[in-house]
């Protein structure tokens, strides 16, 4: 074990018996540790169920287009805690000593006291922010955004609420107007906020949010929208149109989440020209999200002529985009489309394997090594068999992938293979192939 996992288990160890989301924990540590969060670059905070990491990571990659140095929070990881923070000062993430020096800190600020593992880990990144160099901090909303370890920033640039569906139901409520309602609540006085294109009942909830807040709020499809155009990307508000290429990230919601990116800039007054934008779009990355493997040692083992997909999406919102995406894969080129899963116990299986109907032949349920709290694959299986699909159950991904080569030269041509729902699996594939995020 090396020092950073045994730190995190020690944190882990004081988490409260049960979780009550509330803000006084931080606001506890936040005072012991000198109030890190009063000593922050200008902050983005970005709140929402789906998107958050796209945008965030488009939101980096224009700015830093543009020569600003951004320190960015992020969560999940995908294969090692340090993906959790990036600083501005080395445009990296933080590097082991840095992140036990301040983990440390933060665990003798904490003094034994009852904690969440994400509360004190936020502090710790706030920590580094608070005494790094950076032009703006991109500040991702874990769960929810009323009560989550991040909202104790008074005054940000400009909230963003990307995509909201359900998720996370346990905590935030079992309707969309309650998750919004917790969402929206990043919303400050006086500050500006945008929105994504939302349901009406999203979009009333919200709406309702920036008019308490007194905040000028630009909506998706409203006061800024985004679109695609002969193979180009066009961005219009009342000032105009700005004529772009389409963001690297694949899907055409990237669009979408691209257009809510630049309406945040703008809201922000950090907005670029049209060619540093231009830039920033086409040099943006997002591991895990969408992402085609090229090379590697899992990626070796799958079929000759394979196409390989990852995607850490896990509810029925995120599996409605990939699986448009995939269907407009099909349309372009046809391969048998291959869907190898895993879940966590946590998230609604039946309706994120719903969405796949018509277009996955085979699905392969497997374990998760990284995490105790996965569906068994057998449950797994029944799960997508009660949406319509086939599945069989599998010991490991290993022989997930055996399956898929012996029906691959059956079929006598290559698959196309999508590996999917959940974080953990896509950074336990990540990991095995080698091609660790940077």
Not at 44 to 50: C, L, R
Not at 203 to 227: K, L, N, P, W, Y
Not at 265 to 272: F, Q, R, T, W
């Amino acid at each position: 074990m090396d020092q950073i996992t045994a730190i995190l288990d020690r944190l882990l160890a004081l988490h409260p018996l049960q979780i009550d989301l509330s803000l006084d924990r931080m606001h506890r540590l936040l005072a012991a540790l000198g109030n890190p969060e009063r000593r922050l670059p200008p902050v983005i905070h970005v709140a929402g169920t789906n998107g958050k990491g796209s945008v965030t990571a488009t939101l980096r990659a224009i700015l830093e287009a543009d020569g600003k140095r951004c320190h960015v929070y992020t969560s999940p990881h995908l294969v090692r805690f340090n993906e959790r923070i990036r600083l501005g000062s080395t445009g990296a993430f933080v590097e082991d000593p840095q992140l036990m020096a301040a983990l440390d800190r933060c665990e003798r600020a904490n003094d034994g006291h009852p904690i969440t593992f994400f509360e004190i880990t936020t502090a710790a990144a706030l920590l580094l922010f608070s005494e790094e160099p950076a032009d703006v901090l991109l500040l991702e909303v874990g769960l929810g955004g009323r009560l989550d370890a991040t909202n104790v920033i008074d005054a940000p640039l400009v909230s963003v609420i990307t995509s909201i569906s359900h998720d996370h139901e346990k905590f935030l409520g079992n309707t969309l107007t309650e998750i919004a309602g917790e969402k929206a609540a990043i919303i400050k006085p006086g500050r500006p906020s945008v929105s994504a294109a939302q349901v009406d009942e999203v979009t009333r909830v919200i709406d309702r949010a920036a008019a308490r807040a007194r905040s000028a709020h630009g909506r998706f499809g409203q006061e800024f929208t985004a679109s695609a155009d002969n193979g180009r990307m066009v961005f219009q508000d009342e000032d105009g149109l700005i004529d772009l290429p389409l963001p690297a990230l694949p899907g055409a919601h990237q669009i979408g989440n691209a257009g809510l990116a630049i309406a945040a800039l703008k809201a922000a007054g950090l907005l670029p020209g049209p060619e540093v934008i231009a830039r920033g779009l086409r040099s943006v990355r997002w591991p895990g999200r969408l992402e085609l493997l090229r090379h590697g040692a899992l990626f070796e083992k799958c079929p000759a002529g394979a196409e390989v997909w990852v995607d850490g999406g896990h509810n029925p919102g995120a599996a409605l985009t990939i699986a448009a995406y995939m269907g407009e894969l099909e349309e372009k080129s046809p391969r048998p489309l291959y869907m190898v899963s895993a879940m966590l116990t946590t998230k609604d299986p039946i309706g994120f394997f719903r969405a796949f109907q018509g277009l996955v032949r085979h699905v392969a349920t497997v374990p998760i090594n990284s995490t105790n709290s996965a569906r068994d694959p057998f449950e797994l299986a029944d799960f997508a068999r009660t949406a319509g699909l086939e599945a069989t159950p599998f010991d490991s991904l290993d022989q997930a992938l055996a399956d898929i080569r012996a029906c691959a030269a059956r079929d006598g041509e290559p698959p196309r293979i999508l590996i999917c729902g959940s974080l953990y699996l896509v950074g336990d594939v990540l990991s095995a192939n080698g091609t660790l995020p940077r």
